[in-house]
């Protein structure tokens, strides 16, 4: 049997980083009417311009927060469902880093955001050297497929663009800055980049029992060291230091979710209580929202 090609995306966003209030509008429009993006109307229901609608679906889907299907359009997805409804316009950071992560883990749908975040670990890079590491990496993803490496530049720009703040002084009432820039992933010293720890205060346990639910499936133990390092782990998302995430694991084992077990080298999680993604997305909202 002939060995299927892999998936991936680069550059569907039309040079167009994410900007405040453009996924909260998607989230209020899609249900609403399932054609949106299929005819010419979506500018003037969206109020953007033709790419940036375009670049808004791409988006969508780049946060899981929406598919489509051909004949039926496009529709929110169960996590797309839950945002809209408990927090629509992002006022959370919880759901900013929902989103980070769901986005970060998206090989298919965002590879060179699942590259950048998981496989670009070098410290103070400028936007070619990224741009060099990236194309490497998706190579080795791709097998070997054909891919415009200036795509992957354009890529590098728009991700920096949202993730990263410039020493300027910006307004916090202008619409074009990406409400991923408050996450404080990436810090930019002028020509060089560098991804940074961030601010302790804007992550909690939730975030964390979220990323375990999604690490271990429907097992039931896994190595600290796996849910810290492994690609798509702790440190990878959400760049804390081990210590912080031990000590939010110690947080979630005195919540009774976890047993964290570290007597006699073992240095393991295990499930005490059942748990989802979508189930702990649903207990978070219920007693914050």
Not at 6 to 13: R, S
């Amino acid at each position: 049997m002939a060995k299927g090609r892999i998936k991936f995306k680069i550059q569907g966003h039309e040079k167009f980083a994410l900007r405040e209030g453009w996924l909260n509008k998607g989230l209020i429009i899609v249900p609403k009417n399932p054609s949106v993006f299929q005819g010419k109307s979506g500018a003037d229901i969206f109020g953007i311009g033709n790419n940036m609608v375009k670049s808004l679906r791409y988006w969508m889907k780049a946060f899981r927060l929406m598919e489509e299907k051909p004949k039926e359009g496009a529709f929110l997805t169960e996590l797309g469902e839950l945002i809209a409804d408990k927090d629509l316009y992002l006022e959370d950071d919880f759901t900013l880093w929902i989103l980070h992560s769901s986005i970060t883990r998206n090989a298919e749908g965002a590879t060179s955001w699942y590259m950048y975040f998981n496989r670009c670990d070098e410290e103070e890079l400028d936007k070619d050297q990224i741009s060099q590491i990236l194309c490497r990496e998706i190579t080795k993803y791709t097998e070997g497929q054909n891919f415009s490496e200036k795509s992957v530049r354009n890529d590098v720009d728009i991700l920096l663009n949202m993730y990263s703040k410039s020493k300027e002084v910006h307004d916090p009432e202008d619409k074009n800055i990406s409400p991923f820039n408050n996450l404080k992933l990436i810090k930019n010293s002028g020509r060089k980049y560098a991804k940074g720890h961030p601010d302790r205060r804007s992550i909690n346990e939730w975030n964390i029992l979220y990323e375990l639910a999604v690490l271990m499936g429907d097992t039931k133990a896994i190595s600290i060291e796996k849910a810290i390092s492994d690609e798509c782990g702790l440190k990878s998302i959400y760049q804390l230091t081990p210590i912080v995430i031990n000590e939010l694991l110690d947080k979630l084992d005195t919540m009774g979710y976890i047993q964290v077990d570290r007597t006699a080298g073992l240095d393991m999680i295990y499930k005490i209580k059942k748990f989802t993604p979508m189930s702990v997305l649903h207990e978070y909202y219920d007693k914050h929202r």
